[in-house]
């Protein structure tokens, strides 16, 4: 597919898709298998997110490739994890169970999906990072938040095949907090200061 949008609710063969192609699980949450998968610059695979408390495959879409070859796909010109958040499963709203906080509770881990005895074939780049760029215009926080899209990141594992995706919250949101703090301890000094001078 190339510039359309392939939606797959069942397992499929060896799938290639061009710049601007999209695969979907389709409109519902579930496993997306492929024998292979080749994915040039530009092509988009997506996926949803509803309930991080619930299995993968369940909670959140689930993709499980005997091959994935993103060799072709170089830092100028990235593939695109499209993360939509589904308030019920099968609407698009704000992701169940998932709120923004900062620190270690705001960190959410995904089991993204797993390769095959196919393996993952990286080509000229160092790791699964430097081929993918992660879309969340269509992603919300069970409180509404969004967040960076430079603060989610993608592992691989070769060891046993397995994919996760791992978001994390924004820093600057950290140095908001702090800032506000900030602010607050040297208004109340100034006015312990004023307090005194009266």
């Known amino acids: 597919t190339t510039g359309g949008t392939l939606v797959a609710p069942v397992a499929l063969g060896n799938v290639t898709v061009g710049d ?6 389709g409109v519902t949450i579930g496993t997306l298998s492929t024998n292979s998968m080749t994915l ?24 499980s490739f005997n091959g994935l070859d993103v060799s072709s796909i170089n830092s100028a010109n990235k593939a695109v994890l499209k993360v939509v958040s589904l308030s019920d ?20 881990t ?3 999906g797993v390769i ?13 990072n430097d081929v993918f760029s992660i ?7 069970t409180n509404g938040a969004a967040n960076n899209a430079g603060l989610w990141s993608l592992d691989y594992n070769a060891t046993n095949g397995a994919i996760t995706l ?3 919250p924004e820093p600057s949101t950290y140095g908001l907090g702090i800032g506000a703090l900030a602010l607050a ?4 000094r100034r006015r312990k200061r004023q307090e005194k001078k009266a």
């Open 89 to 108: 499963g099968i609407h698009a709203g704000a992701a169940a169970n998932m709120d923004f906080s900062w620190g270690a509770v705001g960190i959410h």
């Open 116 to 128: 095959g005895s196919g393996g993952l074939n990286l080509g000229a780049n160092a790791n699964i």
């Open 20 to 25: 601007h192609g999209t695969v979907a699980r």
């Open 40 to 63: 040039s610059g530009g092509a988009r695979l997506e996926f949803k997110i509803w309930d991080k408390t619930q299995a993968a495959g369940t909670g959140y879409d689930f993709f």
């Open 135 to 141: 879309d969340l215009s269509q992603f919300s926080y």
């Open 110 to 112: 995904f089991n993204l």
């Open 166 to 168: 791992t978001a994390v």
């Open 185 to 188: 301890a040297a208004a109340i």
